[in-house]
């Protein structure tokens, strides 16, 4: 196999990422624990009847805690160790697989090329594999920026249920600590990669019980956005979000997107489906320019 620090400095590299594929999953429950029963925050996709107000349950609203913004991969490696998806942690064999994250890494490394960012990533080594996750990121919070993080987790919970076929419950407050997880496996290369991606939820006509839905299951991401208007709006939502929507949908498989869209006031007036195949396409002339 090819030597990673050789791959990234040569002019010109032929890189291939294998199509993902999924190979377990676990839940988190409200007090950032993992729960006994993998499947308890799987949900089911509904389209619900509009308009809704994103506004709705705002000061009710249950954040993280400010302890899940050192988690790091607590919750991966927990599960992982669970399972020993890869091979005994406690014989003295090397791991199978190179590397080991979360998604929203892979797709912050995805953008780089094209984005003006900085960040930094902590990297060790145990056992052959490489345990990678981003660390020291300065977060400014503000009103208007939580309450556009809040549009997204209430977008949410319109649409999302326990079941294909029971209602929404839409007055429980939104909370932002459960959370469904997909441990996938892919090649980079000859590099085997092992990370975990929060799913939002799955457009399914039938209630799973096992686990055996992943290897067919279709995931879907589900994201707000500012009605669009003129071509400036749209221009500005191909060039900054496209990118990061493709990214993150790609590493997991993901086909649909589904894009609600709402009112400067918060209120969601439609929800259209976006194809993640058509996005490179609609994306190419801002990947042209390159930062490294």
């Not at 839409?170 to 090649?187: A, D, I, Q, R, Y």
């Not at 209630?207 to 009605?227: C, M």
């Not at 003129?230 to 060039?239: A, H």
């Not at 400067?264 to 259209?272: A, E, N, R």
Request: glycine share 4%.
């Amino acid at each position: 196999m090819e030597n990673l620090e050789t791959l990234l400095y040569k002019k010109e590299v032929s890189v291939s990422l294998s199509t993902p594929r999924p190979l377990e999953c676990f839940s988190v429950d409200k007090n950032r624990k993992l729960m006994d029963n993998d499947l308890n925050c799987l949900r089911y996709f509904i389209y619900p009847e509009l308009p809704l107000d994103l506004n709705d349950g705002f000061k009710s609203f249950i954040k993280k805690p400010d302890t899940a913004k050192h988690e790091g991969l607590k919750h991966l490696l927990e599960f992982v160790l669970k399972k020993q998806l890869c091979i005994n942690y406690f014989s003295s064999k090397t791991l199978d697989v190179d590397f080991i994250c979360f998604r929203g890494l892979l797709s912050l490394l995805m953008r780089t090329p094209y984005e003006k960012q900085s960040w930094t990533v902590c990297a060790v080594r145990w056992k052959g594999a490489i345990y990678l996750c981003e660390f020291d990121k300065c977060e400014y919070s503000f009103e208007k920026a939580e309450l556009f993080n809040y549009y997204g987790h209430k977008f949410e919970q319109y649409t999302l249920s326990n079941s294909p076929h029971n209602n929404i419950n839409k007055n429980e407050p939104v909370n932002e600590c459960e959370e469904f997880c997909v441990v996938f496996e892919s090649f980079l290369n000859d590099f085997k990669l092992l990370y975990g991606a929060e799913v939002d939820g799955i457009i399914s006509d039938i209630t799973h019980s096992s686990k055996s839905f992943l290897t067919n299951a279709n995931f879907v991401e589900l994201k707000t956005n500012r009605l669009i208007d003129n071509q400036q709006q749209q221009f500005s939502f191909q060039k900054h979000k496209l990118l990061k929507f493709w990214t993150q949908s790609f590493l997991v498989g993901i086909k649909t997107i589904m894009v609600g869209y709402r009112s400067d006031s918060g209120i969601l007036k439609k929800i259209l489906p976006l194809q993640v195949s058509d996005i490179p396409k609609t994306c190419e002339r801002f990947c042209k320019k390159k930062y490294v």
